[in-house]
């Protein structure tokens, strides 16, 4: 077996006894369900933040590559605007539609999937275009998503979407978006990163850290009980990210056919792949922090893990296997 195989069987073997472990420990009492709200607040706030600022930081742009990351927010949005369609003839529940909307919209393109898969597909060069791709996904996460949640988490919701996105971005909790922001800035302006970030090896420190308690604090609130109740949301959220997902994909690609900057090689096959891998951990730690159903969003996550890694992961494998 290749050390990248065997790399990603260990995370893969790591992110599940995460999983169960936090499952197991709060089946026999040991920690409190409340505990994995907490630690979901601190990753998706403080620890993706820092992820994000530091890989920015260390990727150097190009003419044409911002297209990358301008058409992975696009699809984000497109996504999200679709998600809500369907959400709301799926569930006439005003919290799940929101919590559907955010998953179909949300896609698993960083380190703990789409990133490692275009790793183990393209090398190198697919991880650095994967975290291209994902440049501008904290932004959007602040200025749509949380605003998103905060709405639909509320029965009574006061004021405005846009009134909303406004005032959350003086919450504490869209930390995130300033810290992108200084991090595109940093790299645009050629400002060097300080070398012990590399040699240290921060970010493999954070991102094997950060991964592990994730899933630690999803396995606290996860209850397989509401697996029933809710196939109607898993075969649908299935069809949105796997489905729906390709297809706006492949329509974001195809325009850029009319650009200066058409894709092609990897960039297309980045692009791709990553526009339908499962939903995100990011949307069980914003389910966490606004309390928009955080059990189902566990369930939705996994769920759609589970889907993907089965049945779509290797058709994945026999389209851009090399």
């Not at 005032?167 to 800035?185: E, F, K, Q, T, Y």
Request: aromatic share 10%.
């Amino acid at each position: 077996m290749s050390p990248v195989i065997t790399r990603f069987v260990l995370t893969a073997a790591v992110i599940v006894a995460a999983l169960l472990g936090g499952y197991v420990c709060r089946r026999l009492g040991w920690l409190s369900e409340k505990l994995g709200e907490r630690l979901m607040t601190f990753v998706g706030v403080f620890g993706y933040s820092s992820v994000a600022f530091l890989s920015v930081w260390g990727t150097r742009l190009q003419a044409g590559d911002f297209l990358l990351p301008v058409l992975g927010a696009v699809h984000v949005v497109v996504m999200i605007a679709l998600s809500l369609g369907v959400g709301r003839w799926i569930t006439a529940d005003r919290a799940e539609q929101g919590l559907f909307a955010i998953a179909g919209g949300t896609g698993n393109n960083g380190f703990t999937m789409g990133a490692f898969v275009l790793y183990l597909l393209c090398g190198e060069p697919g991880m650095g275009l994967s975290n291209l791709y994902i440049l501008l996904f904290m932004p959007v996460a602040v200025l749509v998503m949380f605003p998103l949640a905060r709405h639909y988490a509320s029965e009574n919701p006061s004021g405005s979407l846009w009134g909303l996105m406004r005032r959350n971005l003086l919450d504490w909790r869209s930390i995130g978006l300033p810290m992108a922001v200084a991090g595109i800035l940093l790299s645009v302006c050629r400002v060097p990163r300080p070398p012990q970030v590399a040699s240290w090896r921060v970010l493999d420190l954070l991102v094997y850290t950060l991964t592990p308690v994730a899933f630690f604090a999803i396995g606290l609130r996860l209850r397989f009980s509401r697996v029933a109740p809710m196939l109607r949301l898993l075969v649908g959220l299935a069809a949105v990210r796997f489905a729906l997902g390709l297809l706006v994909g492949l329509a974001l690609a195809a325009l850029t056919q009319l650009t200066p900057w058409p894709f092609t090689g990897a960039r297309r096959d980045v692009f791709i792949v990553q526009s339908f891998v499962p939903t995100s951990v990011t949307m069980v730690a914003i389910a966490n922090m606004f309390g928009l159903r955080p059990a189902e969003a566990s369930v939705l996550f996994v769920g759609n893990t589970v889907a993907y890694l089965v049945a779509v992961l290797p058709l994945v494998w026999l389209a851009y296997g090399r």
